[in-house]
Structures are given as C-alpha cells and as structure tokens.
C-alpha cells in the first residue's frame, strides 16, 4: 500500500474521473460472492480483514453473505460523494455513515441492479439519475458480508426521501476531500474482543469509518 501519493494524483475535473472510472473499473460481474475463502484466498482479497490484526482468522473458511452499495458521484460543479447514516435500530453497522446497499436478492439481475434498488428503497434516489460507470473488487466486511462497490455518477435535480427504518440522515462530501489520502486516517479500536485498526475520515460531524472508509480507500487507490 503506498502512503506517499498526494492529492494532486487525483483526477481534478469530472471528466477525468469518469474517464479514469471507465478505463480502470471492472464491467464483469463478480462471481462466487457467497464462497468461503481459506487463510491463504483471503491474503488475496480486499476487507477489513487487510487491516484488522486476526481478522482474516475470525472470516476464514466461512461462508460470505453477497451485498453491493452503490458509491454515488453527484455531477456537481464541484462533485461529491453522497453518503447516509444508518438507523440506530439496524441490526448490522447501526448508525454509522455508510452508502445506500444491502443484500442482494435472488431477483436482483446484478450487484449493480441490487444497489439502485437500495438506494431507491433507503433514500429514493430514482435510477433515472443513475449511471453505474464499473465495479470496484469486492470487499469482505469483519461482519461477514462480500460487498461488491458499485461506482455511479449521478445527475443532479433528484429528490431523496428517506426510509426512516433504515437511513435517518443523507448528505455530500466534497470529492476532492475523500480523495486526498491527507485525510485516510488510522484509528484503533476493540472489537469482539480484538483490536481493530481500520481507515477513517471524519467530516465535520459525520466520522466516515470501516467498510465505508476502506471502500473510499480501495477507490482511490484505483484511480490513482
């Protein structure tokens, strides 16, 4: 992983960062996203587990649940990424700030299809505005889901309205500043019993962390 890339690495217009999108993102729709995967796969595999001390033994050999989120780009003059906050209630990631996803139903075409219609269902952002631009490689989450990233440029004049039982808050972060590895930081904390290093980038009063953060991360890392 290398820590010494700078800001300035980062496309700085919108154009370079759909064209970069296009150009380094997967079109192929990841396969086996329920599969256990030894010791060893998981080395090779992206999660939380890459910076988590022993989290790749508590995840080996078990199998994953297939979710996708859908990592939305809003075209604005100056683009941002549009990000929620989970209801406290939730059974899993309660109220952390996450992107609009779940689980992917067997009537779901694809982990891009599974993610519109999530963020449809949480905070009504209308598949008219959507434009999936690729797939990131699925991250496998210390809670046992393979999440497939699905990146999006959206346009513009939509309308949300939240799912109260699932999202209690959307908002925008400017891209530039989840894109500038200035502010990846690293924090620390014990988790079912280990201690759990993971990225975080907090915004003002939103603490951008975990899979959310390391999926931002993974995107960066990308394009850059």
Same mark, same amino acid.
């Given at each position: 992983?290398?820590?010494?890339?700078?800001?300035?690495?980062?496309?700085?217009?919108?154009?370079?960062?759909?064209?970069?999108?296009?150009?380094?993102?997967?079109?192929?729709?990841?396969?086996? =996203? %329920?599969? /256990?995967?030894?010791?060893?796969?998981?080395?090779? $595999? $992206?999660? %939380?587990? $890459? +910076? *988590?001390?022993?989290? *790749?033994?508590? =995840?080996?050999?078990?199998?994953? &649940?297939?979710?996708?989120?859908?990592?939305?780009? !809003?075209?604005?003059?100056?683009?941002?990424? =549009?990000?929620?906050?989970?209801?406290?209630?939730?059974?899993?990631?309660?109220? $952390? !700030?996450?992107?609009?996803?779940?689980?992917?139903?067997?009537?779901?075409?694809?982990? *891009? %299809?599974?993610?519109?219609?999530?963020?449809?269902?949480?905070?009504? =952002?209308?598949?008219?505005?959507?434009?999936?631009?690729?797939?990131?490689?699925?991250?496998?989450? #210390?809670? #046992?889901?393979?999440?497939?990233?699905?990146?999006?440029?959206?346009? /513009?004049?939509?309308?949300?309205?939240?799912?109260?039982?699932? +999202?209690?808050?959307?908002?925008? +972060? /400017?891209? %530039?500043?989840?894109?500038?590895?200035?502010?990846?930081?690293?924090?620390?904390?014990?988790?079912?019993?280990?201690?759990?290093?993971?990225?975080?980038? /907090?915004?003002?009063?939103?603490?951008?962390?975990?899979?959310?953060?390391?999926?931002?991360? &993974?995107?960066?890392?990308?394009?850059?």
């Amino acid at each position: 992983m290398n820590e010494t890339k700078t800001a300035a690495e980062i496309p700085v217009s919108l154009h370079d960062f759909v064209a970069r999108a296009k150009e380094r993102l997967s079109l192929k729709t990841p396969a086996n =996203l %329920d599969a /256990p995967a030894s010791l060893e796969e998981l080395t090779e $595999q $992206q999660g %939380d587990h $890459q +910076v *988590a001390k022993n989290m *790749a033994e508590v =995840l080996a050999d078990k199998p994953f &649940r297939p979710a996708a989120v859908l990592m939305p780009i !809003v075209a604005r003059e100056t683009p941002t990424f =549009l990000l929620t906050r989970r209801a406290e209630k939730l059974a899993t990631h309660s109220g $952390q !700030v996450a992107f609009p996803g779940g689980r992917i139903d067997e009537g779901d075409r694809d982990p *891009a %299809d599974a993610a519109m219609r999530e963020a449809m269902e949480e905070i009504g =952002l209308a598949r008219e505005f959507i434009m999936p631009l690729g797939y990131l490689d699925p991250y496998l989450s #210390g809670t #046992g889901f393979r999440i497939v990233p699905v990146v999006a440029l959206v346009r /513009p004049g939509f309308a949300l309205k939240l799912n109260p039982s699932e +999202v209690v808050d959307a908002f925008e +972060v /400017p891209f %530039d500043f989840l894109m500038s590895p200035d502010n990846h930081l690293r924090h620390n904390r014990e988790w079912r019993g280990l201690i759990r290093s993971y990225y975080a980038m /907090p915004y003002g009063e939103h603490y951008i962390w975990g899979a959310t953060a390391g999926m931002i991360r &993974r995107l960066y890392e990308r394009l850059s």
